[in-house]
């Protein structure tokens, strides 16, 4: 099937899920793996956290539009849990409201092009260590299910 034809998997999918799946295509290409709904720590949930082959983690927040930007008040509380942060918007999205000391990825369902990349600021080794177990723990626990739906988890 082609991206252009349609998808049921697609079809229940809301608009910022849409985007994480193009952010992650597009990371993907440049060799990092990425986990969609990440939570680095209480009172927080990243839209796309990826790992780097480097080792590098940046975070992406997905908005699918203006209100959603407008009402998204903890997205600076995600700048210290990454080496990276990034916008992710489509094509149609007033990118003068994003703070431009922020990378942007324009983006749609099927892929991405980062645009502007985020400063650096890297993580202290106690607290990349901490990350990296997380994503790894995620992305273990999701392929689990996945493959065992039925499975009851006593994780979280």
Known sequence: MSD???SPASSFLQPGQLLARGVGRHLASHGFACVEELVP???LRVDVMALGPKG?????ECKSSRADY???NKWRGYLEWADRFFWAVDSDFPTELLPDDCGLIIA?????ETIRMGPETRLA??????MVQKF???AARRLHL???PDMHPQWD
């Open 41 to 43: 720590t209480r009172g």
């Open 108 to 112: 749609d369902a099927y892929g991405g």
């Open 4 to 6: 252009t034809e349609f």
């Open 125 to 130: 080794a106690a607290r990349r260590k901490v």
């Open 136 to 138: 790894a723990f995620h």
């Open 70 to 72: 407008m009402s998204d």
């Open 146 to 148: 996945l493959r065992d």
């Open 56 to 60: 590098e983690i940046w975070v992406v």
